[in-house]
Each structure stands twice: as C-alpha cells, then as structure tokens.
C-alpha cells in the first residue's frame, strides 16, 4: 500500500469515526432533547452536561475522547508513525466539530482534541490538559480552560517538538484555531458576562 493511499484511508476512517456524535446518539437512546436546539446548540460533552445532566455528560466526554484515542491508534498501526496518527486525528476533530452524519452539525472538538493531544505529543498533552483542568476548577468556565488547552498545546509543540517543521507547527495550530473557532459564541458571552459557568445547568 503506497503513502498516499495511506493518507486517504487514515483521514478517511478518522473523518467518520468523528462523525459519530456520541452526545446526539446517547440523546436518541434516552429520549433526551435535540442538542441542536438546547443551550448552546453543540453536541459536545459540555451541552450534553447542561442539558441532561452529569452522567449522560461524562458518557459524552469519554465517548468523544475514545474515538480520537481509537482514529490516532488507527493512524499508528496503518501507517506505523506519529504522522499517520496526527492525521487521523485531526479527521476525527473535523469529523466531531462537521459530522457528515448530523448536517455537518457537531461539538467544539474540546474532547476530542484531548485524546488526539495524548496519543501524538503525550507529554504536551497531559500539561496542557492538567493546567485546563485547572483554570476550570479555578473560574469554573469550560470554554476558557478549553480554549487554553489547544493554545497551550500548540504553543508547546511549536516550540519543543516541532524542530522547525513548520507541518507540525500548522497542525498544531490548526487543532487550536479549530477549537477557538468552534468557541466564538462563547467568547462572545465572555465578553457580555453572560457566559454560564460550570454547575449551571440550561434552563430546557
């Protein structure tokens, strides 16, 4: 199998493995409300948390972290090489925050984005995490420690691994534009004051 059909078939598998919106399914399965009309709309974990509550919101985080772990571990044994893996994870974030399952209507990829940032710079990954953890346990702001996250993260990358590459650099960077991108109403409320910090539960 030649390079490049390599590439297709990680970024292929990724895309819809991404596509699979664990909070949109686990809403089917429970009778919940259409995420794409409740709170901010997203299909992600934090949605889902405000929404349904708690258990059905960890459900969703795992779920949307596994699916990245599972894409990145897919690119690995294809391809044999952290390039395959960051690849495919960056289809399967495409593939959460643009799903061509649900009309291109996803999550903010924050989940995601951590399960590919462990399995490709691990190191990175897990500081950039724990300091998100953090600034969320501090401010109780999801979006800030979110948007942090990816920001540290690639500015880790850029500086310590990337060795120059300027690839690595715009993939990196690419994960975090995604996810601020993915954030803008958010950081619209920011501004306002009127972003709901953790524990306030949507009002259906």
Known sequence: MS????YILVIVLGYLLGSVSVGIILSKLTHGPDLHKVGSGSTGASNVLRTMGTKWGVLTLFGDFAKA??????GWWVGGDITYAMVAGLACIIGHNWPVFFNMEGGKG???????????YPVAGAISILICIAVIAIFRYIS?????????????VSIFYAQG???????????????????????????????????????L
């Open 165 to 203: 590459n300027v690839l690595i650099i715009l993939w990196a960077w690419l994960i975090a534009l995604m996810c601020i991108f993915q954030h803008r109403t958010n950081i619209q409320r920011l501004k306002s004051g009127k972003e709901r910090k953790i524990g306030q539960k949507e009002k």
């Open 144 to 156: 800030v420690g979110s948007m942090l996250l990816v920001t540290l993260f690639a500015l880790i």
């Open 69 to 74: 772990v599972i894409a990145c571990g897919i």
């Open 3 to 6: 390079d490049t059909v390599k």
């Open 110 to 120: 924050v989940a995601a984005s951590c399960g590919v940032v462990l399995m490709t």
